[in-house]
C-alpha cells in the first residue's frame, strides 16, 4: 500500500505527525532523559593525580597508575591525602576536617581557592584516609562540590577495603565512584533519582493519556449516539408531552422554557454529528477528538434527560399513568431538607448540652414529623383529588422556605441561648456570616438521597428530572430561565434564607411567571456546626546534621566519617 493511502487511512498527515510528535515527547521523557541523568557520555578525562602518602600505607607508583586509568567527564585534579596526624582521643566530629585543612593551609596552599581563601580550589578533589583514627573523606572545589547523600556514597565506597587495611583498592573505589557523579547534569544523587522518577511517571502520564484520549473519546462518541437515537426516537412524543403541558402557571411556564431550548438544543447537536464526522486512525489520540466527543455526549445526555423532565411534567400536571413515581421523585429535595432539619436539631442538642446551656429542641423535631407526615396527606390528597397538582408543587415551595427559615431562625436561638462570652463571640460570628450569605448554599448541590434517621433505609431520587429547578436541573440555559430563578432568587432581605424571593406562584400567568429556585439547607447546618463546636490542632518536628570545619570562617565543600 503506497504511503500517501496509509497516511490518509490514518487520518491524515497532520493527526499522523501530531501523533508522532506525541511518542517522541514519551520516549525522550521515559528513555532519553533518564539516561542522560544516570549516565551522560564524555567520562575520558584524566584526572591530575596527586599522592601526599604521611602515613606511608600506599604504593605511590601503583595508585597513581590506578587513578589516572579512572575517566572523568571533566579536567579534575584528584588529590590523595592519607595521614595518622589525627587527635584519636578528640570527641569532635570535625576533626579529620580539621587536619585536612590544617595539612592543606601549612603543605599545600594550592588546595585553598585565590579567589576565594575560605573553600577549596576549583576542579580539587581530594580524597583522604586516616588509618590508626580510621577515618575517611573527601572534598571538593565549589565547581565540583557534590551533595552531602553523596559525599557520602564515596566514602561507603572504600568502607569494606578500607577495613580489611586494603588502602589503594579504597581509594581508587572512592575515585571511581566519585568519577561517577561529577559530570552529571544533577549532581546530587537523590535529585537525580528524583528528577528520573519524575521523567518516568510523564512519560508514563503522557502515553497513558493519549490512549485515554482515544478510548475515551470512542466510549464518549458511542454513549452520545446511543443517547441522541433515543431523543430522536421519542421526539415526536415529546412534541405531543409538551403540548399537554400548561403555559398559564410558573411550572408549565419554565417547562416549556426548557423544552423550546431543547428543541434549539436538538437542531444545533445534529449539526455537531456532522461536523464531527467519522474519525480515523491517528484522529482518535488527538485531546481535541476527545473533547468533542465529550460535548457531544454531554448534549446528547442532556436533551434525554430533559426529555424525561417534559414527560414527566406532563405526566403529573395531568395525573397521567404513572404520576406517583413522579411525585415521588418531586418530594425528593425537601425531604433531603428535611433531614438536614433533623441532623441540625440533633447537633444543636449536643452543643447546648454540652456547654451546659438549656435550650428544648422538642419544637423542632417536632416541626419535622409534622412535615414530613404532612407529605404523606399529601399523597393521599392527590389521589383522592382534594389537592391539585399545581397546589402541590405550591406547598413544596412553600414547604422548602419555611424549613430553610426555621434552620436558621433554630441555629440563631442556639447560639443566642449561651450568654457566656464565648457564646457571645460566636453569635456575633454566626450572624456576620449569614448576613453575608455564606450559609445560603449558592455553590451547594442537593445530593440525591435523603433517610428519615440515620439507621433508616436511604432513598435516592433524579435531581435532574425534578419539576421544581434546582442546580443540578437540566435545561438551566434555557433563555431568561437562569437570570429570572437562579440569579434573582440570590436576593433576600433577612439573611440567606427566609428570603423575600421573586417568585409569583403557580396562579401567575404570562411570561412574569417566575419558579423557585431550590437549594440545599445543609451549608447552614454544616455552619452551625463549625461554630458551636470548633476544632484545632498544631504539630511540630524536625531533625538536623551537622557537618563542616572545626573553627574559623571555612566552609569549604566535603565531609568525612568513620570506617
Not at 443517547?227 to 419554565?254: K, L, S
Request: include cysteine; proline fraction near 3%.
Amino acid at each position: 500500500m503506497p504511503v500517501s493511502d496509509l497516511i490518509v487511512r490514518w487520518g491524515g498527515l497532520r493527526a499522523v505527525m501530531a501523533l508522532a510528535g506525541k511518542f517522541l515527547i514519551v520516549v525522550v521523557l521515559g528513555l532519553v532523559v533518564p539516561l542522560y541523568i544516570a549516565a551522560p557520555f564524555g567520562a575520558t578525562h584524566t584526572p591530575a593525580v596527586e599522592i601526599h602518602d604521611e602515613a606511608e600505607v600506599v604504593d605511590d607508583d601503583a595508585l597513581r597508575s590506578a587513578l589516572e586509568g579512572v575517566g572523568f567527564r571533566r579536567d579534575i585534579r584528584l588529590a590523595v591525602f592519607t595521614t595518622d596526624d589525627v587527635d584519636i582521643e578528640s570527641g569532635s566530629d570535625t576533626v579529620f576536617n580539621d587536619a585536612v585543612l590544617g595539612y592543606a593551609l601549612n603543605r599545600q596552599p594550592s588546595w585553598i581557592s585565590t579567589a576565594d581563601p575560605d573553600v577549596w580550589a576549583d576542579g580539587l578533589v581530594i580524597l583522604a584516609v586516616s588509618p590508626q583514627g580510621r577515618w575517611v573523606g573527601c572534598y571538593f572545589g565549589e565547581d565540583v562540590k557534590v551533595g552531602k547523600y553523596t559525599e557520602g556514597k564515596i566514602q561507603d565506597a572504600a568502607r569494606g577495603s578500607f577495613r580489611m587495611s586494603q588502602w589503594e583498592a579504597g581509594l581508587e573505589a572512592m575515585a571511581q565512584r566519585t568519577a561517577e557523579s561529577l559530570g552529571k547534569p544533577i549532581t546530587s544523587a537523590r535529585a537525580a533519582v528524583l528528577v528520573t522518577c519524575l521523567s518516568i511517571a510523564a512519560a508514563l502520564a503522557l502515553l497513558g493519556l493519549i490512549f485515554f484520549c482515544r478510548n475515551a473519546a470512542r466510549d464518549s462518541l458511542r454513549q452520545a449516539r446511543r443517547c441522541f437515537a433515543q431523543v430522536t426516537a421519542d421526539y415526536d412524543a415529546t412534541q405531543i408531552r409538551a403540548g399537554t403541558v400548561p403555559a398559564d402557571n410558573a411550572y408549565g411556564a419554565q417547562v416549556l422554557a426548557r423544552f423550546a431550548w431543547f428543541e434549539e438544543r436538538y437542531v444545533q447537536l445534529v449539526r455537531l454529528f456532522r461536523e464531527f464526522g467519522e474519525p480515523r486512525g491517528a484522529q482518535w489520540f488527538a485531546l481535541g477528538c476527545f473533547r468533542d466527543a465529550a460535548e457531544l455526549e454531554d448534549r446528547a445526555k442532556e436533551l434525554d434527560r430533559l426529555d424525561d423532565v417534559i414527560a414527566a411534567a406532563s405526566t403529573f400536571l395531568t395525573l397521567g399513568p404513572g404520576w406517583e413515581e413522579v411525585w415521588e421523585n418531586e418530594q425528593g429535595p425537601v425531604r433531603e431538607d428535611l433531614g438536614s432539619y433533623a441532623a441540625l436539631c440533633a447537633s444543636v442538642a449536643f452543643s447546648t448540652q454540652r456547654a451546659k446551656v438549656s435550650f428544648d429542641v422538642a419544637p423542632d423535631r417536632d416541626l419535622v414529623r409534622e412535615r414530613r407526615d404532612r407529605l404523606a396527606a399529601m399523597t393521599s390528597e392527590l389521589v383522592s383529588g382534594a389537592l391539585t397538582p399545581l397546589a402541590a408543587l405550591d406547598e413544596l415551595d412553600a414547604m422548602d422556605l419555611d424549613v430553610h427559615h426555621r434552620c436558621g431562625d433554630l441555629a440563631w436561638r442556639a447560639l443566642a441561648a449561651d450568654t457566656s462570652s464565648t457564646g457571645r463571640k460566636r453569635l456575633a460570628r454566626y450572624e456576620k456570616d449569614y448576613a453575608q450569605g455564606k450559609y445560603a448554599g449558592e455553590s451547594a448541590d442537593y445530593q440525591g438521597r435523603w433517610s428519615s434517621s440515620a439507621r433508616s433505609e436511604r432513598h435516592h431520587y433524579d435531581l435532574a428530572t425534578t419539576i421544581r429547578i434546582n442546580s443540578k436541573s437540566v435545561g438551566l440555559d434555557a433563555p431568561g430561565l437562569y437570570d429570572a430563578a437562579v440569579r434573582r432568587s440570590g436576593v433576600h432581605d433577612a439573611g440567606a434564607y427566609g428570603a423575600n424571593w421573586p417568585y409569583s406562584g403557580s396562579g401567575a400567568s404570562g411570561v412574569g411567571a417566575v419558579p423557585l429556585f431550590s437549594r440545599p439547607v445543609d451549608g447552614l447546618v454544616t455552619g452551625y456546626s463549625n461554630i458551636a463546636s470548633p476544632s484545632s490542632g498544631s504539630s511540630s518536628g524536625g531533625s538536623g546534621s551537622s557537618s563542616g570545619f572545626g573553627g574559623g570562617s571555612f566552609s569549604g565543600s566535603g565531609s568525612s566519617s568513620h570506617f
